[in-house]
């Protein structure tokens, strides 16, 4: 039987869907003998209201085609198709990836033809069956960040991108020059465009409720730099942050092999300031500094 603890009226064509609930959730992951692992830093919604806020703080519309990453048991996907959207689902685990159109059909039926599901590690896809504009999911805090930047890079077709992370990996996103989360994270991020904090999540509308509480980070593209590569500009970051506690012409010696200070000073930054003082504009400009060298 199904539940109607999430059903509520849709935008879309006066339709009404049902969400999952708790006990769907837990009923559908019995079923398959899935319990959540730490390997792939599976924590379920159960929370309809959650997946109705993530959707609508998204921004989702009929025409997009989002990418979520890790969709587990359906909670999240179910809410995004109820927008109109299409949806590309990449989901690890080859239980829930079998099972997710399943669920699909079981709850909202109208919306199967809009759902592809790709079994595979979201850090290996290059590929996909549509070209993605937004990317809306709930991600593990051991791949977010490194998930995140291969999607951006690997898809420019993605002008948006709404993830539900730990707190501690959506301050670091988030983070601003000189605060103490500040970093490469930060730094990255910001090479691709806005990048905000969306809003907190509780514990207690995950399965099973983590030890810690989430955050919503929202990542809206820009126009890439122009005159600087990306590489090279991201290889200035890491090597800047490596060693933390260290000025900049230390830090950056051994990139630059003994042209450290000529290329600071062509790019206007100060050689005694440490990498958690820059902002990415100021990365730019070393790298360009370094390319006219």
Not at 30 to 37: F, H, I, Q, S, Y
Not at 124 to 150: D, G, K, R
Request: hydrophobic share 45%.
């Amino acid at each position: 039987m199904r539940s109607t603890g999430g059903q509520y009226a849709s935008s879309v064509r006066g339709l009404v869907s049902t969400l999952l609930g708790a006990a769907d959730v837990r009923r559908i992951a019995e079923e398959l003998d899935v319990r959540p692992t730490k390997k792939w830093g599976q924590n379920f919604v159960i929370d309809p209201n959650t997946v109705r806020r993530i959707v609508r703080v998204a921004d989702v519309a009929p025409n997009d085609v989002v990418l979520e990453v890790g969709p587990g048991i359906g909670s999240l996907t179910l809410a995004l198709l109820e927008t109109g959207a299409h949806v590309v689902a990449v989901e690890i685990d080859p239980r829930l990836a079998e099972r997710l159109p399943r669920t699909v059909a079981e709850f909202a039926p109208e919306f199967a033809d809009r759902l592809d599901v790709v079994c595979a590690d979201a850090m290996e896809v290059v590929e996909l069956p549509a070209e993605p504009t937004s990317v809306v999911a709930n991600l593990p805090y051991n791949v977010a960040v490194p998930v995140v930047l291969h999607l951006l890079v690997t898809f420019p077709s993605i002008q948006r991108i709404l993830v539900m992370v730990q707190r501690e990996v959506a301050d670091r996103l988030c983070a601003e020059p000189g605060s103490r989360t500040y970093g490469v994270p930060s730094v990255k991020a910001r090479w691709f465009g806005d990048v905000r904090y969306a809003g907190d999540v509780g514990r207690t509308v995950f399965w099973p409720a983590p030890n810690v509480d989430s955050g919503l980070v929202s990542i809206t593209r820009g126009t890439e730099p122009a005159g600087a590569n990306r590489s090279e500009v991201f290889a200035i970051v890491d090597a800047a942050f490596g060693q933390r506690r260290k000025q900049l012409r230390s830090a950056l010696s051994g990139h630059f092999l003994g042209q450290v200070d000529s290329v600071l000073a062509a790019a206007g930054v100060d050689p005694s300031a440490r990498g958690e003082q820059l902002d990415v504009q100021d990365f730019i400009s070393i790298a360009r500094a370094a390319a006219s060298a």
